[in-house]
């Protein structure tokens, strides 16, 4: 029987209002090279409005074949799937969690680091670039303070009806939560203020002064309503307990965002369960490695000694970046046999701004930007400098290149993508490839010694530790104590670092930390799938190349899609 054609047309219209819906983020808007003239929006009426639009993207989908499209199409429209799917939960989660960059990063409240804290920095690099080239953009720039004004009461907000509803921060964020907010506040002039000498030839007669007075007028008062709804009557509701179990709809809403984060369908139980099993073969393998270096003492002991040799030590921010820079100078030699090409934007690393320190264990990876073409690792020098560093190769790889750096700079050069995949962020496959490609580094040589072999191990069990410990704490009834307990006996994490980590996960951005290790894990089950089928004919470039070349997807989405790429390599497609 012939099946009716496939409406062409509708598939892509709808690829192009997903596309409209997500440049409308003024982080898009920038890498594409338009000047910043708002911020986001964090309001409920936002999130019902990007909600209503999820949900007729999804009804228009229920009406295409996706399977019939051409191949890049039907990629992109079960991107589409993906991100209508997401959107169109916005309004029912606001309360519990909210997407504050507009990624399908959900945090549980604002005022965190890894929510409206990673937010808030990442407007920095847009300020510092801003370009005054006429009058108007002197007028454009006291807006944008205006609005970075609203953005933070939109932050309160939010906070005092989170509270309304039985939603209050727990006692342990709320102490990290106020010290933020004071630290943004105080940051504040340093972030808007303007040279003289950035507005050439633009007469701007009271333009500094004005920065100050709106800064003074609007910005600071509205850091202090935030501070003073953390406390009060709030900072004494304040629970002891952590987990979004605890609160309204909290359980509910943590198995979706397993789902969301993982692109998997897994429970919290199998996944805390899949953890404990993993953690067990990755001690057996630290263990051979003190056998094999006559280490007769256990891993806290062996973790002590190497906390002691200089080898592993630096004392400076700028003997950390040295360590970074030397782990990006080894791979160069190995690249091509791995990689058919590489991204034009170049690499480096810069310390994390001191805002943030405080509450970030390591840092975070900043893709490339108009006015700074390059991609920075922005690495915390208060921990760093501080403790051992036997596993920066393993986070250099994950982080730069062959990991996060190499992905989105690809990513974002790849002219051959629809705009909606350019702009793809799916955690599981960014950080399941960013953890992929830290093994790969390994299996290309880049941790001859033992001790590095030990610190990607290290690095394996840390992020091992999070499929118990996140599951834990969110939903399996875990406190905060039981979670670091597991994190000291199994993690090389100094103290320090086990309490923003535990931080992390229970009380600002929970779930997303799965991704790592359930991505990583897939990325291998398809390398070596497409290895059985190819034989000879398999290369590590040709999979990299089959993975990367189409952009970030959903797991099963990529799963469908190599399964293809190979039949088409294979010439039996």
């Known amino acids: 029987m012939n099946q009716p054609p496939v409406d062409f047309g509708a598939a892509l219209r709808l690829a192009s209002d997903a596309w409209e819906e997500v440049r409308r983020s003024p982080f898009v808007q920038q890498s594409l090279g338009a000047p910043l003239t708002r911020l986001p929006d964090l309001s409920f009426a936002e999130a019902a409005r990007r909600a209503a639009v999820g949900k007729d993207l999804l009804a228009r989908l229920d009406g295409i074949e996706i399977d019939r499209l051409p191949h890049d199409l039907a990629l992109t429209l079960r991107l589409v799937r993906f991100r209508a799917t997401t959107w169109s939960r916005e309004a029912d989660w606001y309360w519990t969690v909210v997407d504050p960059m507009g990624i399908g990063f959900f945090g549980l409240f604002l005022p965190t680091a ?170 057996a393998e630290m263990k051979a490695i003190r056998d094999e270096v006559g280490f007769t003492g256990d891993s806290k002991a062996f973790l002590a000694r190497l906390d002691q040799d200089p080898r592993w030590r630096a004392d400076t921010s700028d003997g950390v970046a040295a360590v970074f820079r030397r782990y990006m100078e080894r791979i160069k030699p190995a690249y091509a046999s791995a990689f058919a090409a590489g991204p034009n934007a170049g690499h480096d690393v810069a310390p994390l701004p001191e805002a943030l320190q405080a509450s970030m264990t390591f840092g975070f990876y900043d893709v490339p930007k108009p006015g700074r073409p390059v991609g920075l690792y922005l690495f915390n020098p208060a921990n760093l400098t501080k403790t051992s560093l036997f596993t920066v190769g393993s986070l250099t790889y994950h982080e730069l290149i062959p990991g996060h750096h190499h992905h989105l700079a690809s990513q974002q050069e790849n002219r051959g993508l629809h705009p909606l995949r350019v702009h793809s962020f799916v955690n599981a496959f960014n950080e399941g490839w960013a953890e992929y490609a830290a093994t790969l580094a390994g299996e290309l040589g880049m941790y001859p010694e033992p001790e590095e072999r030990y610190g990607r191990l290290a690095m394996d069990a840390f992020l091992t530790c999070r499929l118990v410990v996140d599951t834990g704490m969110n939903a399996l009834g875990w406190t905060l104590e039981q979670a670091r307990a597991y994190l000291r006996a199994n993690s090389a994490m100094a103290e320090t670092e086990v309490r923003s980590e535990t931080i992390r996960y229970s009380c600002d951005i929970p779930a997303q930390s799965l991704a790592y290790k359930l991505g990583d894990g897939k990325m291998l089950e398809y390398r070596d799938r497409m290895r059985a089928r190819m034989g000879p004919r398999f290369s590590l470039p040709t999979f990299h190349a089959a993975v990367i070349d189409a952009g970030a997807l959903p797991l099963p989405d990529l799963d469908w899609h190599l399964e293809r790429e190979t039949e088409r390599l294979l010439g039996t497609r």
Request: hydrophobic content about 45%; overall charge negative.
């Open 114 to 283: 890894y929510c409206g804290g990673f937010l808030l920095t990442t407007i920095r690099p847009a300020l510092a670039s801003f370009r005054f080239d006429s009058a108007g953009d002197l007028d454009r720039y006291l807006a944008l303070i205006a609005d970075y004004a609203r953005l933070v009461d939109q932050m309160t907000e939010r906070t005092v009806g989170q509270a309304e509803r039985g939603i209050v921060m727990p006692r342990p964020q709320l102490a990290q939560a106020t010290a933020l907010v004071a630290g943004l506040r105080a940051q504040a002039r340093g972030l808007w203020a303007v040279a003289p000498d950035r507005l050439g030839a633009v007469k701007g007669a009271g333009f500094l002064t004005e920065i100050g007075r709106r800064l003074e007028a609007e910005v600071e008062p509205a850091f202090d309503r935030l501070a003073d709804a953390l406390g009060g009557e709030y900072a004494a509701r304040a629970p002891e307990s952590v987990g979004i179990g605890q609160y309204p709809g909290g359980q509910e809403v943590y198995a979706e965002l397993v789902r969301l984060h993982t692109t998997m369908d897994l429970t919290a139980e199998q996944v805390h369960q899949l953890g404990h099993e993993r953690m067990a073969r990755i001690q």
